[in-house]
């Protein structure tokens, strides 16, 4: 049996979802927060894999920490409500609700969670929870973000 439950943002980081202690799940939002992209990797099985929306599986602690620091700079996650239940294969599945927001705009997320018996991340798969003419106008302004210098 699953519930949704309300959640705090808790300063210098730390992220609190009420009901929810998995530290991974915890960790990863506080690590995404302050930047530590690194430190987000290594939550990840060795094997581990990031969904992010409108791009490709990224699969393995360095491609998940090369694709964030690229791509999750100056990003500020607030998990506001969760859910979690118990898969028959001994993993654990989160679903987390809140904002993500960006230099550039904020939108509404969920994320997918799946941790191993072991509590390594399986999965974080991101989903982008607005409607089409939400996202439309998004698409000028992430394609007028300024690029990395190589």
Same mark, same amino acid.
């Given at each position: ?6 959640? %705090?943002?808790? @300063? ?11 530290p991974?799940?915890?960790?990863? /939002?506080a690590?995404? =927060?302050? #930047? @530590?992209? @690194?430190?987000? %990797?290594?939550? /990840? ?11 490709e599986?990224?699969? #393995? ?7 964030? !620091?690229? @791509? ?9 409500? #969760?859910n979690?239940? &118990?898969?028959? =294969?001994g993993?654990t599945? /989160?679903?987390?609700g809140?904002?993500?927001?960006t230099?550039? /705009?904020?939108? =509404?997320?969920?994320?997918?969670f799946?941790? %191993?018996p072991? %509590? !390594?991340i399986? $999965?974080?798969?991101?989903?982008l929870l607005?409607s089409?003419?939400?996202? $439309?106008?998004?698409?000028d302004?992430? &394609?007028?973000?300024p690029?990395?210098?190589?």
């Amino acid at each position: 049996m699953s519930a949704f439950i309300p959640s %705090s943002v808790i @300063e210098d980081n730390a992220i609190a979802i009420a009901g929810i202690d998995a530290p991974a799940v915890l960790q990863y /939002f506080a690590a995404l =927060n302050a #930047g @530590e992209f @690194e430190q987000v %990797s290594q939550l /990840f099985a060795v094997d581990g894999a990031l969904q992010p929306p409108f791009d490709e599986l990224m699969i #393995g602690r360095d491609t998940i920490a090369a694709y964030l !620091e690229k @791509e999750a700079k100056g990003f500020v996650l607030q998990p506001q409500v #969760g859910n979690v239940q &118990s898969l028959d =294969n001994g993993c654990t599945e /989160f679903e987390i609700g809140g904002k993500v927001h960006t230099p550039w /705009f904020s939108v =509404n997320v969920s994320w997918l969670f799946i941790l %191993s018996p072991a %509590s !390594e991340i399986f $999965l974080v798969k991101v989903k982008l929870l607005a409607s089409l003419q939400e996202l $439309l106008p998004l698409r000028d302004v992430v &394609s007028q973000k300024p690029k990395a210098v190589e």
